[in-house]
């Protein structure tokens, strides 16, 4: 496995961490993590300027670490702490079926059909682009 991979989760263990502690101490809510993190998801999803550039699995990936994040604290405020691997798979099960990113997904398509029909036409020379 590659030491990257590992290094994130300990990250991801340890902003969990810090995460039920700043919950247990009355510090912060779960209702109001859930909601920083879920205006942090919906932020990185819906960049268009990133969408262009990304594919739709790429931008899950972005929010990967997001997603894990409110189920860890969703699942800790009811007294539940499942390992990494419990963790991720269920973020993959429940993953969000975007619509948007789906639409963004069938626009890159046929942006690039249409890109290569008018890379066809060039050498073909019938360059018909204005």
Do not use: C, W
Not at 44 to 51: E, L, M
Not at 104 to 129: H, M, N, Q, Y
Request: hydrophobic share 45%.
């Amino acid at each position: 496995m590659n030491t990257a991979n590992l290094q994130l989760e300990g990250l991801y263990a340890a902003v969990a961490a810090l995460m039920t502690a700043l919950r247990q101490s009355g510090a912060v809510s779960e209702g109001d993590l859930d909601a920083a993190l879920a205006e942090a998801e919906d932020a990185v999803t819906a960049d268009r300027s990133r969408a262009d550039d990304l594919s739709p699995a790429h931008l899950d990936a972005i929010a990967f670490p997001l997603r894990y994040l409110r189920l860890a604290n969703r699942l800790g405020a009811e007294g539940s702490y499942p390992g990494f691997a419990e963790l991720t798979a269920r973020v993959g099960r429940e993953k969000p079926q975007r619509a948007h990113l789906q639409a963004l997904e069938r626009e890159d398509i046929e942006a690039s059909e249409d890109a290569d029909v008018r890379r066809l036409e060039v050498i073909d020379g019938r360059d018909v682009s204005p």
